[in-house]
């Protein structure tokens, strides 16, 4: 009997990368935490979608809140934090991990005790882009009122239909305007050199991680969503360095050999699909062996997505952040966003669309106001709407997804 044959279908291929991943996920906690511990170096927070490269260029080690928040959710703890923050009087209904985060604080918990950290780090600036949410400048506004440290942000127009030179300018001006406050703190002087370097360095990465996620568009697919939620752990939390640069590259190489010896992420891929919406990440193991029982490749995502600034550009970096950060799918109007999405799932040969809509982050749902049906319209790819939430359990009803997603899965099996 063959390997295939023996093999159990929810047996996912493990990345061989994910030795690479772990050391240098491990190699950043270890230099926040020295940071932290010894203060030799200025620690900054950031949003996910923040300027990481202007931190970085003035020597900040960068800790990012919504990693924290993916790793309360990851964990299966939110629930247990979430009522905390409710009792100080954040609403159930936003963003949860604000929520986990901030009662996770509160509760004096973290995943980081596990690494030693007696807490999480403490920050010496916050800094913010509303790019992606405005519930970002409320979270970290939360740690400046209790650390009494400086907040500086930079305010994006939403649901942005034509990136005009006005916005580019605005967004730009904000970037030079915060500069003198977060010098203060990093007790140097801006260098636009490093600036330039850091810029290129986030391109670099960015078009490596691009470049990962291309990969899928091979059938059968190499990598899926649930292997990217995870390995973009760089991506985000070490843009503008050459840790995150170095990673990438070695991940592309274990890719393109998959893609040389048809190895796919899920044993017998016969279906591929497109995820919008944020993770379920208190799910994502078992949702990746569903998924792969029902011969089913995650193929594509706008999360994952979402990562990929590569109009960064060294010879321009305070105009072409502005532009990279400002052409990001979840701040652009839907009209973009569907003729974006049209043509991913052309793309990566998408069969069909599962949004999931999580009930405490509207930005990142957009099946909302109708999004799906005009799409469906113009492709004729079926879709199918799970409800959850991206931290908080009491959000999902997992018997139910997973009896939707089984017969959606049954429906195109039918097509076929
Ligand atoms: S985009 Fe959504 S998940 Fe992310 S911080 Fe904002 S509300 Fe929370």
């Known amino acids: ?6 093999q159990d279908k929810t047996e996912l291929v493990k990345l061989r990368s994910a030795g690479d991943l772990r050391n240098t996920m491990d190699a950043y906690f270890a230099r926040l935490k020295e940071a932290a511990e010894t203060r030799s170096r200025k620690i900054a927070w950031c949003t996910s979608v923040g300027p990481a490269e202007l931190l970085y260029s003035l020597g900040f080690e960068v800790y990012f809140p919504e990693n924290h928040g993916a ?35 509160l509760q004096n918990e973290t995943p980081l005790q596990k690494s030693g950290f007696s807490s999480i780090p403490r920050p010496d600036i916050l800094v913010y882009n509303t790019n992606q949410c405005k519930e970002v400048e409320d979270w970290l506004s939360f740690y400046a009122r209790h650390f009494q440290v400086p907040i500086v942000g930079i305010h994006t127009p939403l649901c942005i239909p034509d990136l005009s030179p006005e916005i580019i300018r605005s967004v730009s001006d904000q970037y030079h305007r915060i500069i003198p406050e977060v010098e203060k703190v990093a007790g140097r002087k801006f260098d636009m050199d ?3 370097e850091t810029v290129g360095l986030s391109h670099d990465g960015c078009v490596l991680w691009r470049h990962v996620l291309e990969k899928a568009r091979h ?5 899926n969503f649930f292997d990217s939620a995870i390995h973009m752990g760089p991506i985000v939390v070490m843009r503008g360095t050459r840790y995150a640069v170095d990673y990438y590259k070695i991940l592309l190489t274990e890719l393109e050999e998959r893609v040389n010896t048809n ?3 899920v044993p017998d891929e016969r279906f591929r699909i497109y995820w919008e919406g944020m993770p379920i990440w208190y799910r994502l193991s078992s949702l990746a062996k569903l998924f792969a029982k029902l011969d089913t490749c995650i193929v594509a995502s706008t999360y994952c997505n979402s990562w990929v600034f590569d109009d960064l550009d060294p010879a321009d970096p305070f105009e072409s952040s502005a532009l990279a950060y400002s052409k990001l799918f979840i701040v652009r109007s839907d009209t973009v966003k569907e003729k974006i999405l049209e043509q991913l799932l052309k793309e990566f040969t998408v069969q069909g ?4 809509d999580s009930k405490t982050c509207a930005r990142n749902s957009n099946n909302r106001f109708g999004l799906q049906n005009r799409l469906f319209k113009q492709t004729g790819i079926p879709y199918l709407e799970i409800n959850g939430d991206l931290n908080d359990p009491r959000c999902y009803s997992e018997e139910q997804s997973i009896i ?9 099996a039918g097509k076929m």
Not at 1 to 6: G, P, Q, R
Not at 219 to 223: A, D, L, T, Y
């Open 194 to 196: 490093r600036f330039r």
């Open 263 to 265: 190895i796919s992420a």
């Open 71 to 105: 790793m309360l959710g990851a964990g299966k703890n939110a629930d247990k934090y979430i009522p905390t923050a409710v009792a100080h009087g954040y609403s159930p209904d936003i963003c949860s991990y604000l929520t986990s985060d901030i009662g996770a604080f």
């Open 353 to 356: 669309i599962i949004y999931h």
């Open 219 to 223: 059938i059968p697919s190499p990598v």
């Open 404 to 412: 939707a997603i089984e017969t959606f899965i049954d429906q195109l």
């Open 1 to 6: 009997m063959s390997d295939k044959l023996t």
